[in-house]
């Protein structure tokens, strides 16, 4: 589910920049491609590793038939719906049966041998009732089909392997064990993520804040997404037919996405010891950064595998219509980058890969339709996220140049920019030289510094520039430095 290849992470960085930054594209020489390259070679190393550790989890899925379901003391009984009546027009399908993870790739429509019971009614532990003051309670909140008390219970029927927080109410951070002050903590927390994220110009990474958590074990160190991530989906597991459950977990799912994953980062001082903080010994809850990743996988596989077979086709297409018309008519430019990649991911993992897709299918066609609409509007989307909470900078100092250069320079700004061009500010007069590698060492072109001036509805935004021309001027190019990005100027 993510590309790992130093191609897709090349074709993700240039497909990031603003719109106007790929004019000329192919022209960007190799100079600009090995400074590519660097930035993101480490974290290509690592996705590579963890698709092998992906490939090998797979081929221990297929070989682990079967279901656990131990049951630790608890009993099950015949269950029927018990959604409020206000919530079935939202009930996310019918009763069916959860799909295992350990067996199903989610996309099978046969899936023999490795379901569970999704009409059974478990009932919490002796442990768990002592524990945990929720398990018992019988109700069933709007948007949920099953009492908290059977969600507790269901905590306790998750896979260890994949659900590794275990038991769930020894790790009660790492679940929606119905506290409202918790999970407005991890909403909180996920919306304040999206903002940062949302914040980071081309080429640039978030690198995700760590909480230290009581467990079992000790204090041991958790990234801050790992919180909403394990608990959402757990919920959704324990509750498919559930509206709320099913959106939180793709809100969820948006750390997953492939470009979206690429904007946030482990920081580790020795993430294959999972030493976090090597001068404090702080340790992170897993093994190593790897092992904690792809425990992250599995998880959203687990996920997966419900949202494609046991949430009916007419609720995702339900789904996604809603979340189409909220982005079309969302005024905040941070909620709206949100929906953006929420829409993605649900359309990447989920619709397109569910059991009952068919492409030629007029209603699909249509989904199909809205989604290509919104993607075309990609660029605006991440730059109003971008600049709608940044401070505005001061102009650089500019120096004088030829009259030939600024005329060139300003016809290639305006053609390129039309009526948001204002003005260009050269950084220097002087053109640097850069040669071929080898012998003869030739020179390939050369290069000058600018900043360019925009105004957009009431705000002058800043850019810089590599202005490139070749040895006998015969080429010239105007190319956004790279990993710059538009930002408000206070211009005068």
């Given at each position: 589910m993510?590309?790992?290849?130093?191609?897709?992470?090349?074709?993700?960085?240039v497909f990031c920049?603003p719109?106007?930054a790929?004019?000329?594209?192919?022209?960007?020489?190799?100079?600009?491609?090995?400074?590519?390259?660097q930035q993101v070679?480490q974290?290509?190393k690592?996705?590579?590793?963890?698709?092998t550790?992906?490939?090998?989890?797979k081929g221990e899925?297929?070989?682990?038939?079967?279901?656990?379901?131990?049951?630790?003391g608890?009993?099950?009984?015949?269950?029927?719906?018990?959604?409020?009546?206000?919530?079935?027009?939202y009930?996310?399908?019918v009763?069916?049966?959860?799909?295992?993870?350990?067996?199903?790739?989610?996309?099978?429509?046969?899936?023999k041998?490795?379901?569970t019971?999704?009409?059974e009614k478990?009932t919490?532990?002796?442990?768990?009732?002592?524990?945990?003051p929720?398990?018992?309670?019988?109700?069933?909140e709007p948007?949920f089909?099953?009492s908290?008390?059977e969600?507790?219970?269901?905590?306790e029927q998750?896979?260890?392997?994949?659900?590794?927080?275990?038991?769930?109410?020894e790790?009660?951070?790492?679940?929606?064990?119905?506290?409202?002050?918790?999970?407005?903590?991890r909403?909180?927390?996920f919306n304040?993520l999206?903002a940062n994220?949302?914040?980071l110009?081309?080429?640039?990474?978030y690198?995700?804040n760590?909480?230290?958590?009581?467990?079992?074990?000790?204090?041991?160190?958790v990234?801050m997404?790992?919180?909403?991530?394990?608990?959402?989906?757990?919920?959704?597991?324990?509750?498919?037919?559930?509206?709320?459950a099913?959106?939180?977990?793709?809100k969820?799912?948006m750390?997953?996405?492939q470009?979206?994953?690429a904007?946030?980062?482990y920081?580790?001082?020795?993430?294959?010891?999972?030493?976090?903080?090597?001068?404090?010994?702080?340790?992170?809850i897993a093994?190593?950064?790897s092992?904690y990743?792809?425990r992250?996988d599995?998880?959203?596989?687990?996920g997966?595998?419900?949202?494609r077979?046991?949430?009916?086709?007419d609720y995702?297409?339900?789904?996604?219509?809603?979340?189409?018309?909220?982005?079309?008519?969302?005024?905040d430019?941070?909620?709206?980058?949100?929906?953006?990649?929420?829409?993605?991911?649900?359309?990447?993992?989920?619709f397109?890969?569910?059991?009952?897709?068919?492409?030629?299918?007029?209603a699909?066609?249509?989904i199909?339709?809205s989604?290509?609409a919104?993607?075309?509007?990609?660029?605006?989307v991440?730059?109003d996220?971008r600049?709608?909470?940044?401070k505005?900078?001061?102009m650089?100092k500019?120096v004088s140049?030829?009259?030939?250069?600024?005329?060139k320079?300003?016809g290639?700004?305006?053609?390129m920019?039309?009526a948001?061009?204002?003005?260009?500010i050269?950084?220097?007069?002087?053109?640097?030289e850069f040669?071929?590698d080898k012998y003869?060492y030739?020179?390939m072109?050369?290069?000058?510094p600018?900043?360019v001036i925009?105004?957009?509805a009431?705000?002058?935004?800043?850019?810089?520039?590599d202005?490139?021309?070749?040895?006998?001027?015969?080429?010239?190019?105007?190319?956004?430095?790279?990993?710059?990005?538009?930002?408000?100027v206070?211009y005068?």
């Amino acid at each position: 589910m993510k590309t790992k290849s130093i191609f897709l992470v090349l074709l993700i960085v240039v497909f990031c920049m603003p719109v106007q930054a790929q004019i000329n594209v192919k022209k960007l020489g190799s100079q600009i491609k090995r400074s590519a390259e660097q930035q993101v070679e480490q974290k290509v190393k690592e996705k590579a590793a963890r698709e092998t550790r992906k490939a090998l989890d797979k081929g221990e899925k297929k070989m682990d038939q079967g279901v656990s379901n131990a049951t630790s003391g608890g009993s099950s009984t015949d269950k029927k719906g018990v959604a409020d009546d206000s919530q079935k027009k939202y009930n996310p399908g019918v009763e069916a049966p959860a799909v295992d993870p350990r067996a199903s790739d989610g996309n099978s429509k046969d899936n023999k041998g490795v379901e569970t019971n999704n009409k059974e009614k478990y009932t919490p532990s002796a442990q768990a009732l002592a524990a945990d003051p929720k398990a018992s309670d019988q109700t069933v909140e709007p948007g949920f089909t099953k009492s908290i008390s059977e969600i507790h219970a269901a905590y306790e029927q998750l896979d260890p392997k994949v659900f590794t927080y275990q038991p769930y109410y020894e790790y009660k951070d790492f679940y929606n064990v119905h506290d409202k002050s918790t999970e407005d903590f991890r909403v909180r927390e996920f919306n304040s993520l999206i903002a940062n994220i949302a914040s980071l110009g081309p080429l640039n990474y978030y690198p995700v804040n760590y909480l230290k958590i009581k467990t079992p074990d000790g204090n041991l160190l958790v990234t801050m997404d790992e919180l909403f991530r394990n608990a959402w989906t757990a919920q959704f597991v324990a509750d498919p037919m559930s509206s709320e459950a099913f959106d939180k977990f793709t809100k969820a799912l948006m750390f997953g996405n492939q470009i979206f994953e690429a904007k946030i980062y482990y920081e580790m001082d020795n993430p294959d010891k999972g030493v976090v903080h090597a001068k404090t010994g702080e340790l992170l809850i897993a093994p190593s950064r790897s092992i904690y990743e792809s425990r992250q996988d599995r998880r959203e596989e687990a996920g997966l595998s419900l949202a494609r077979n046991v949430v009916s086709m007419d609720y995702v297409r339900t789904y996604l219509k809603d979340l189409f018309k909220q982005f079309n008519t969302e005024t905040d430019a941070v909620v709206k980058y949100k929906l953006y990649w929420q829409i993605d991911a649900v359309m990447l993992d989920i619709f397109r890969k569910h059991k009952d897709y068919n492409s030629s299918d007029v209603a699909n066609r249509q989904i199909e339709a809205s989604y290509s609409a919104m993607e075309s509007q990609r660029m605006d989307v991440e730059s109003d996220a971008r600049l709608s909470n940044a401070k505005p900078v001061e102009m650089p100092k500019g120096v004088s140049i030829d009259a030939a250069t600024s005329a060139k320079v300003n016809g290639m700004a305006k053609e390129m920019l039309g009526a948001e061009y204002v003005k260009t500010i050269f950084l220097s007069s002087k053109w640097s030289e850069f040669q071929e590698d080898k012998y003869p060492y030739r020179v390939m072109h050369l290069s000058l510094p600018a900043a360019v001036i925009v105004k957009r509805a009431d705000k002058y935004l800043m850019n810089y520039y590599d202005i490139t021309k070749s040895p006998n001027g015969g080429e010239w190019n105007m190319m956004v430095k790279m990993g710059s990005s538009f930002q408000p100027v206070n211009y005068k």
